[in-house]
């Protein structure tokens, strides 16, 4: 998998995605990150890359030409089209099945914008999806693109080794995940868990179910909507409704 990003913070970009468990994949080749400078494709003498909004309104544009000639550039030898994944707050929300999706492509390319926008025109052109983090604005694209590209790159076989893989996680099958616990067994008059001492492996991975479960339907139950559940997940739900008297 290549991603591409194009941004007019490549340093942004290479700091962030260079450290930790993304920063040891793209060292050992298990996938690529070309950081590619819309700057480096302007015209203009002062190399600006934004200019006023026709129309009037506060802030500044980025203009399409650097935008388009950074873009063509990058597609110069692919062989098709790839997906360009523009980040807005106007775009369809970012979820774990988006990224699932993405994860299936050999190149993705990240079009970060930053002022009040990228001119219409270059969008029409190249975007092929607009992608979201939230309900809420940033100042650029740039921390979108890098959350995108963390949580697509997880999912490439080799990012994540042994150590660092969760074999069972939050959203894998539409529920939240069960809490973990590690040494020291009893923490501020806190005790982990019996069962998870148990060394019981059947009663263990009932009793995380149910947490699970138990924790989506307190903080996130619409997800419990569309979750994969089992008809014994169906049984321990009811009990758990009972139990915290839900209706
Ligand atoms: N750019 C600014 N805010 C954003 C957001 N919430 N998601 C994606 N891109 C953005």
Redesign the pocket.
Same mark, same amino acid.
């Given at each position: 998998m290549r991603f591409h990003v194009m941004t007019l913070f490549p340093d942004m970009i290479a700091n962030g995605l260079g450290t930790s468990i993304t920063g040891r994949a793209i060292d050992n080749h298990i996938f690529e990150l070309n950081i590619v400078n819309i700057r480096d494709y302007t015209q203009d003498k002062h190399k600006h890359v934004d200019d006023y909004p026709y129309g009037g309104g506060a802030g500044m544009v980025m203009q399409p030409g650097p935008v388009y000639e950074c873009y063509k550039d990058i597609i110069k030898d692919m062989d098709k089209k790839p997906r360009v994944i523009y980040?807005?707050?106007q775009?369809k929300v970012f979820s774990q099945s988006i990224a699932e999706e993405l994860a299936k492509e050999e190149e993705l390319v990240f079009l970060c914008?930053h002022y009040e926008g990228i001119d219409e025109r270059v969008l029409e052109e190249i975007v092929t999806d607009e @992608?979201?983090? &939230?309900d809420?604005? @940033?100042t650029? &694209?740039e921390l979108?693109a890098m959350v995108m590209i963390d949580s697509i790159s997880r999912l490439i076989p080799g990012v994540l080794n042994n150590g660092d893989s969760a074999e069972y996680e939050s959203f894998q099958d539409g529920l939240l995940e069960y809490p973990q616990y590690t040494r020291p067994v009893t923490f501020l008059d806190k005790k982990v868990p019996d069962v998870l001492l148990s060394g019981h492996h059947g009663n263990i991975a009932k009793w995380r179910r149910e947490k699970s479960l138990e924790r989506t339907l307190l903080r996130r139950p619409e997800l419990l909507e569309t979750a994969e559940l089992s008809k014994d997940d169906q049984k321990m739900l009811e009990k758990i409704r009972k139990k915290l008297d839900f209706s």
């Open positions: 980040m807005t707050p775009g914008g @992608l979201s983090i &939230g809420y604005v @940033l650029g &694209g979108p």
